[in-house]
Protein backbone atom coordinates (compact mmCIF):
# COMPACT_ATOMS: atom_id res chain seq x y z
CA UNK A 1 0.00 0.00 0.00
CA UNK A 2 1.42 3.19 -1.09
CA UNK A 3 1.30 6.16 1.46
CA UNK A 4 2.34 9.59 2.55
CA UNK A 5 2.40 10.02 6.47
CA UNK A 6 3.47 13.67 7.29
CA UNK A 7 4.28 14.59 10.65
CA UNK A 8 5.42 17.94 13.10
CA UNK A 9 2.32 19.42 12.99
CA UNK A 10 1.28 21.54 16.21
CA UNK A 11 0.74 24.63 17.93
CA UNK A 12 2.97 27.60 17.54
CA UNK A 13 3.42 30.83 18.68
CA UNK A 14 3.07 33.80 16.21
CA UNK A 15 6.99 34.60 14.69
CA UNK A 16 7.97 31.07 15.88
CA UNK A 17 9.43 27.87 13.47
CA UNK A 18 7.71 24.33 12.99
CA UNK A 19 9.43 21.60 10.75
CA UNK A 20 7.26 19.12 8.91
CA UNK A 21 8.41 15.83 7.11
CA UNK A 22 6.68 13.68 5.03
CA UNK A 23 7.83 10.10 4.40
CA UNK A 24 6.66 7.91 1.45
CA UNK A 25 6.14 4.12 2.07
CA UNK A 26 5.01 1.59 -0.56
CA UNK A 27 7.16 2.87 -3.17
CA UNK A 28 9.96 4.97 -4.35
CA UNK A 29 9.05 8.88 -4.95
CA UNK A 30 13.10 9.64 -5.48
CA UNK A 31 11.63 9.96 -9.17
CA UNK A 32 8.92 12.17 -8.69
CA UNK A 33 8.22 15.88 -8.00
CA UNK A 34 6.84 16.51 -3.91
CA UNK A 35 5.01 19.34 -2.65
CA UNK A 36 3.32 20.69 0.61
CA UNK A 37 -0.05 22.21 0.05
CA UNK A 38 -1.99 23.66 2.63
CA UNK A 39 -5.95 24.53 3.31
CA UNK A 40 -7.30 26.69 6.24
CA UNK A 41 -10.86 26.51 7.56
CA UNK A 42 -13.47 27.61 5.14
CA UNK A 43 -10.46 28.47 2.26
CA UNK A 44 -9.69 26.24 -0.82
CA UNK A 45 -6.55 23.78 -0.25
CA UNK A 46 -3.45 25.43 -1.78
CA UNK A 47 -0.15 24.85 -3.02
CA UNK A 48 2.42 26.10 -1.00
CA UNK A 49 6.19 24.82 -2.13
CA UNK A 50 7.10 22.31 -4.58
CA UNK A 51 10.41 20.44 -4.77
CA UNK A 52 11.27 18.50 -8.06
CA UNK A 53 13.43 15.16 -7.93
CA UNK A 54 16.56 16.18 -8.69
CA UNK A 55 15.97 18.66 -5.95
CA UNK A 56 16.52 21.71 -8.29
CA UNK A 57 14.94 25.11 -8.52
CA UNK A 58 11.97 25.16 -5.89
CA UNK A 59 8.38 26.72 -6.02
CA UNK A 60 6.97 28.79 -3.18
CA UNK A 61 3.89 30.62 -3.28
CA UNK A 62 4.21 34.65 -2.88
CA UNK A 63 2.78 34.14 0.68
CA UNK A 64 5.39 31.88 2.13
CA UNK A 65 8.25 32.76 -0.25
CA UNK A 66 11.71 33.46 2.34
CA UNK A 67 9.88 32.13 4.82
CA UNK A 68 9.20 28.71 4.44
CA UNK A 69 12.05 25.95 2.77
CA UNK A 70 11.10 22.85 1.00
CA UNK A 71 13.69 19.96 0.65
CA UNK A 72 13.81 16.06 -0.01
CA UNK A 73 15.86 13.15 1.22
CA UNK A 74 15.23 10.75 -1.95
CA UNK A 75 17.29 8.02 0.48
CA UNK A 76 14.39 8.34 2.96
CA UNK A 77 12.10 8.58 0.42
CA UNK A 78 11.04 12.27 2.67
CA UNK A 79 10.39 15.43 2.15
CA UNK A 80 10.38 18.35 4.52
CA UNK A 81 9.23 22.34 4.96
CA UNK A 82 10.89 24.03 7.25
CA UNK A 83 8.21 27.24 8.40
CA UNK A 84 9.71 30.47 9.73
CA UNK A 85 8.15 33.67 10.79
CA UNK A 86 4.73 32.21 11.20
CA UNK A 87 1.72 34.00 11.15
CA UNK A 88 -1.58 33.16 12.31
CA UNK A 89 -2.32 33.29 8.35
CA UNK A 90 -0.28 30.10 8.19
CA UNK A 91 -2.55 27.89 10.51
CA UNK A 92 -3.98 25.10 8.06
CA UNK A 93 -3.78 21.44 7.33
CA UNK A 94 -0.83 20.80 5.62
CA UNK A 95 -0.94 17.76 2.76
CA UNK A 96 2.17 16.07 1.02
CA UNK A 97 1.55 15.19 -2.15
CA UNK A 98 3.91 14.01 -5.13
CA UNK A 99 3.32 13.53 -9.07
CA UNK A 100 5.22 13.08 -11.74
CA UNK A 101 6.80 16.54 -12.83
CA UNK A 102 6.35 19.81 -10.49
CA UNK A 103 4.10 21.08 -13.48
CA UNK A 104 1.85 18.82 -12.23
CA UNK A 105 1.87 19.49 -9.25
CA UNK A 106 1.72 23.36 -9.84
CA UNK A 107 -1.47 22.13 -12.04
CA UNK A 108 -3.44 20.14 -8.74
CA UNK A 109 -2.46 17.02 -10.77
CA UNK A 110 -1.59 15.04 -7.99
CA UNK A 111 -0.93 11.23 -7.76
CA UNK A 112 -0.58 10.82 -3.95
CA UNK A 113 -1.61 12.57 -0.87
CA UNK A 114 -0.98 12.65 2.53
CA UNK A 115 -3.57 12.60 5.24
CA UNK A 116 -2.43 15.95 6.41
CA UNK A 117 -0.99 17.66 10.01
CA UNK A 118 -2.07 20.70 11.58
CA UNK A 119 -0.58 23.59 11.49
CA UNK A 120 -1.91 26.12 14.37
CA UNK A 121 -0.45 29.71 14.86
CA UNK A 122 -1.52 31.30 17.64
CA UNK A 123 -0.59 32.99 20.92
Known amino acids: QVQLTESGGGLVQPGGSLSLSCVGS????????MGWFRQAPGKERELVAA????????YYSASVRNRFTITRDNAKNAVFLQMDTLTSEDTAIYFC????????????????WGQGTQVTVSA
Open 97 to 112: ATASAISDIRNSKIEY
Open 51 to 58: IPWHSGVP
Open 26 to 33: GRSFSMDA
